[in-house]
């Protein structure tokens, strides 16, 4: 009987609506339900309860590790949350500016290198290989080796002899490369004259110079290109079509000034 | 239980280092997380309590705020790490090389256990209700959280909190388990 009134009391009280939270937030406060609800009361005290000596066990240990926690965070941690370094919108964008503009002057630097063959022979070799349509010649590899001395001495015998194939294995160092170089160099010159020839890209004075004296004079430059095996695909060099030919030419304006 | 000045006192000596400072705190708070954590987490409460503690400790020089605020940030805490050690509690119940078996309790346990044993019924029949209730529930009685502070814990609207801490102590009310006790209570005592 006392537990149906309880019910009864328990559903009166417990309506919805703001009438209900107003009461929960009495009881949360610690307000007591009433007779009615004691059970709730004896619940929510018991939540409430002082605490356990199980509860608090290892208070002394807990403050000692906490401390220490405290400390190695502080020591070691405190940069991992704070370390955001404030830059201001104006030296961000000076600095993404500069960054950006040596990229493209690198790059750009680069492909001007790689089209007047100013490169390192490895890298001009994949330049040539990669960019060979645009007129990036293949490494020049005998006459960086005696530097400025081809174009000084002009038709002097020692300098054309070398990168002839005829010439002898002794002025290239290296073993396995003996019959190499000489073609490659040949090879160079001859596309780059076949290209200028077509239309394309002019070819570098000096160059041409140095491939009419190993072919033994300027007339004989087509007889020897085409010994040497060299061609150029036409379609790779239009005749002079406007725009792409001026495209072309501007790694090469180093080459006529000289 | 401390004061609010007692506590800013104390927290002021935990940013400081000192080892009271910590003492203080835990000694008036630890309870309530536990509490709060046995119906989270259930029987990771302590793992996660503690992983609660040592973040509180680590991140403390972060923290900005009196007492008040300290006991919301706390909980805050508390609940992730809670949710953290029920997953990964579950992980380890996939793996049962791993599962231990339970040591019989001594003595000071079982004492323990009648000390503190109607507060794990109420506890238990916390855990009964639907999570949102038991933890509006939970955070409003025992952590002493207002309804602000509550909403921001569970990440709800106010009203969805004070809505939730109603219709929990409304099924307490009706629960079958707390109507029995109530009458034994007042048989007993009449």
Redesign the interface.
């Known amino acids: 009987m ?2 149906a009134d ?2 009864l009391h ?1 559903m009166r ?2 309506r919805a609506g703001r009438s ?2 107003d ?3 009495r ?2 406060a610690g307000g007591r ?1 009433g ?1 009615g ?8 005290d ?11 066990r290892g ?2 240990e ?6 220490a ?3 190695s ?2 020591l070691y ?2 940069p991992k ?1 704070r370390v955001r370094v404030q830059v201001p919108r104006a030296t961000r964008t000076i600095v993404v500016s500069v960054a950006t503009g040596l990229a493209v002057l690198s790059v750009g630097g680069t492909a001007v290198a790689a089209g007047t063959g100013a490169l390192p022979a490895g890298l001009q070799q994949r330049a040539h290989r990669l960019f060979s349509a645009l007129g990036v010649p293949a490494p020049r590899t005998g006459p960086t080796a005696t530097g400025p001395t081809p174009g000084d001495r002009g038709s002097a015998a020692s300098p054309t002899s070398k990168p002839t194939p005829t010439a002898l294995p002794t002025p290239t160092p290296p073993a396995t490369a003996t019959v190499a170089p000489p073609t490659a160099q040949v090879v160079a010159w001859c596309t780059a004259w076949l290209t200028a020839e077509n239309g394309g890209k002019p070819m570098n004075g000096r160059d041409r110079k140095d491939l009419a004296a190993a072919a033994g004079g300027a007339d004989e430059v087509a007889d020897f290109c085409a010994r040497s095996g060299v061609s150029v695909a036409p379609t790779t060099t239009p005749a002079k079509p406007g725009r792409g030919s001026t495209h072309r030419a501007t790694p090469s304006h180093p080459g006529p000034k000289k | 239980m401390p004061t609010d000045d007692e506590l800013a006192a104390a927290l002021a000596a935990a940013r400081r280092g000192d080892e009271r400072g910590f003492a203080v705190l835990w000694r008036a708070l630890h309870p309530a997380v536990l509490r709060y954590l046995r119906v989270v987490a259930a029987e990771a409460a302590e793992d996660a309590a503690s992983e609660t503690w040592l973040q509180v400790a680590r991140d403390l020089d972060r923290f900005t705020g009196g007492p008040g605020e300290f006991r919301g940030w706390l909980f805050r805490i508390a609940r992730h790490r809670g949710i953290d050690e029920v997953r990964r509690a579950g992980r380890r119940r996939e793996d049962p090389a791993e599962e231990v078996p339970p040591g019989t309790p001594g003595r000071d346990a079982a004492d323990e256990a009648i000390e503190g044993a109607e507060t794990t019924w109420a506890l238990g029949r916390i855990a009964t209700l639907p999570a949102d209730q038991a933890e509006a529930v939970m955070l409003r009685v025992v952590a002493g959280l207002d309804v602000a502070q509550t909403a921001q814990v569970l990440g709800k609207r106010r009203g969805a909190v004070r809505i939730a801490t109603m219709r929990g102590l409304r099924r307490l009310a009706l629960d079958p388990q707390v109507r029995d006790r109530a009458v034994k209570e007042t048989s007993e005592g009449v």
């Open positions: 006392r537990l309880a019910l328990a009280t417990w209900g939270q009461e929960a937030d009881l949360v339900s007779p609800d004691a059970g709730l009361d004896h619940l929510l018991a939540l409430r309860a002082p605490a356990t000596t199980g509860e608090l208070e002394r807990m403050a000692a590790v906490l401390a926690e405290h400390r965070a502080a941690e405190r949350g």
